[in-house]
């Protein structure tokens, strides 16, 4: 992990164009070389140049646990990371479709999902999750997380805020898709511009629901 990041070359796109056309083992061991060098190579870089700011980086293993699946393609068609300390950081992940970057709570625990609705319904705490949701949308970014489709047990049908009482989980995310930068360092700076702009929320959970906020799973 000690070369610098100069972004992904054309070659990781082919890599996972051809993979999704031929998701095999012949087709990955011909193309390993590839794989180690143009995919995961500048992701371990990647990782290396942010974690002084967001924490230490892991990197999803690219086999797919086909045990209990009717789908047994042996590999994941992306390769994924998540980088976190300290309530920053989040999930990123790289496929024939492009950059795609998020951070925040994929699916919260019982408890956590309690502590998460009192915060919501409560006005100081609630008010200032519905600001930090719209400015983050405003500026183009994806919320997400499991809904239910009404408003759980306990919590009346027209509350204000019944859209994050529906939430299970909450996540923000940018879907960059292909872009002429993924080949550059520039890719860095567009990780790290998510994470960055997400700290708000990242926060207001860790403050509300658990200390520190652990990424996305893929």
């Known amino acids: 992990m000690g070369d610098r990041f100069e972004g992904w070359p054309e070659e990781a796109q082919r890599f996972f164009i051809g993979l999704g056309l031929d998701n095999s083992k012949a087709y990955f061991e011909a193309n390993r070389s590839v794989y180690l060098t143009a995919v995961r190579a500048p992701m371990e870089a990647l990782l290396a140049e942010l974690e002084e ?4 980086g892991r990197i999803f293993r690219i086999n797919r646990d086909i045990r209990f699946s ?3 393609s042996p590999y994941k068609t992306n390769i994924a990371a998540t980088a976190g300390r300290d309530g920053k950081g989040g999930y990123l992940s790289l496929s024939a479709k492009g950059l795609y970057v998020a951070t925040g709570y994929h699916q919260m625990e019982r408890d956590h999902l309690d502590r998460f609705r009192e915060a919501v319904a409560a006005e100081d705490s609630g008010s200032a999750l519905v600001g930090i949701v719209g400015r ?4 183009g970014y994806q919320v ?3 809904e239910l489709k009404v408003v759980p047990r ?4 027209d509350h204000p805020r019944q859209r994050f009482l529906r939430h299970k989980g909450l996540t923000v995310g ?4 292909l872009q002429p930068w993924l080949g550059t360092p520039a890719a860095r ?6 994470w960055r702009d997400a700290e708000p929320m990242l926060g207001w959970l860790g403050a509300n629901v658990h200390e520190g906020s652990p990424a996305p799973a893929d």
């Open 70 to 72: 009717a789908d047994k």
């Open 154 to 157: 306990g919590y009346p049908r």
């Open 174 to 177: 940018m879907d960059y898709g």
């Open 144 to 146: 997400g997380g499991e």
């Open 53 to 56: 700011e967001f924490g230490p």
């Open 189 to 194: 700076d567009r990780v790290a511009a998510v």
């Open 136 to 139: 983050l949308e405003e500026a």
